[in-house]
């Protein structure tokens, strides 16, 4: 059963829902649009490409406010199997109506050569980039020129209508969890961090970005009002110290950036703690 503050946000999402995919679509062709339509592709672009060094081929994923599949779809041939959830029932039918019309269409989405092991990756990016003095994670970003598949191909998501405290998700089943522009909307973000720990495998990932607008005065009133008039769900007016404090009180951050072209946004990654004997 939902809380008092996932009922209102469920509410209002699906409401938005019914303008998501149709701003999406018309972003596609009005010319006023167009510029911004373009950097929203780049930023999610980025964002993938970022993502996937982290993916083996054997992991289980749960994607967190999934929405319309924007994170899912594009990851999925990289693992094993995603359980895409919402609290939302009108973004998750969204997102499957997405998914077959891309299946239809027979998609094209670009992959990496292979999907490369947690630490090895990383590890194997970070000394290049030490060599070529670059950002570790910017290190194997794959173009689109590489090798791509089709999304004809996927039949691993799952999308699901549910709150990460659903209890039917299982305790230590997931590899990785995806928090897409998710954790700042929630009522309580120190009880969502340790939700996902008990969700998450012994060194799972946990994969992030939190807006953070409570870094300029300007920002912060604008949204504190927004949400003081009941025009947007509550929003915590984080800052970027504060959320990697509260972070890395429950994980191990492997890296905490801006993101490119969005820079009050903050890209996390962080580790579970290994398996402890009782």
């Given at each position: 059963m939902y809380s008092k503050f996932e009922t209102r946000a469920e509410k209002f999402w699906d409401k938005a829902a019914s303008q998501y995919d149709k701003e999406e679509e018309k972003a596609k062709t009005a010319?006023?649009?167009?510029?911004?339509?373009?950097?929203?592709?780049?930023?999610?672009?980025?964002?993938?490409?970022?993502?996937?060094?982290?993916?083996?081929?054997?992991?289980?994923?749960?994607?967190?406010?999934?929405?319309?599949?924007?994170?899912?779809?594009?990851?999925?041939?990289?693992?094993?199997?995603?359980?895409?959830?919402?609290?939302?029932?009108?973004?998750?039918?969204?997102?499957?109506?997405?998914?077959?019309?891309?299946?239809?269409?027979?998609?094209?989405?670009?992959?990496?050569?292979?999907a490369q092991p947690h630490v090895s990756q990383y590890e194997a990016n970070q000394t290049k980039a030490n060599q070529n003095n670059t950002n570790p994670l910017q290190a194997h970003l794959p173009t689109t020129e590489e090798t791509k598949t089709t999304i004809s191909n996927i039949d691993n998501i799952t999308f699901v209508h549910a709150s990460m405290f659903d209890s039917t998700l299982k305790p230590a089943h997931y590899d990785v969890v995806f928090c897409f522009y998710i954790i700042h909307l929630l009522d309580d973000q120190q009880k969502a961090f340790k939700r996902l720990?008990?969700?998450?495998?012994?060194?799972?990932?946990?994969?992030?970005?939190?807006?953070?607008?409570?870094?300029?005065?300007?920002?912060?009133?604008?949204?504190?009002?927004?949400?003081?008039?009941?025009?947007?769900?509550?929003?915590?007016?984080?800052?970027?110290?504060?959320?990697?404090?509260?972070?890395?009180?429950?994980?191990?951050?492997?890296?905490?950036?801006?993101?490119?072209?969005?820079?009050?946004?903050?890209?996390?990654?962080?580790?579970?703690?290994?398996?402890?004997s009782a």
């Open positions: 010319k006023k649009t167009a510029k911004a339509e373009t950097k929203n592709r780049k930023i999610t672009d980025i964002l993938i490409k970022k993502t996937i060094p982290y993916l083996k081929s054997t992991d289980t994923v749960l994607d967190v406010g999934c929405g319309t599949g924007t994170f899912s779809i594009p990851t999925a041939t990289n693992v094993c199997s995603v359980d895409a959830i919402d609290i939302s029932s009108n973004m998750i039918a969204l997102a499957r109506m997405r998914m077959a019309k891309m299946k239809t269409e027979k998609t094209n989405i670009a992959q990496p050569h292979a720990k008990t969700l998450l495998k012994p060194n799972g990932i946990i994969v992030s970005v939190i807006p953070c607008l409570g870094e300029t005065r300007i920002l912060k009133y604008l949204f504190w009002l927004l949400s003081t008039v009941g025009l947007i769900p509550k929003i915590n007016l984080n800052k970027r110290r504060d959320i990697e404090q509260h972070m890395a009180e429950t994980f191990d951050i492997i890296t905490s950036e801006s993101v490119p072209y969005a820079r009050h946004q903050q890209y996390l990654v962080a580790r579970n703690s290994p398996q402890t």
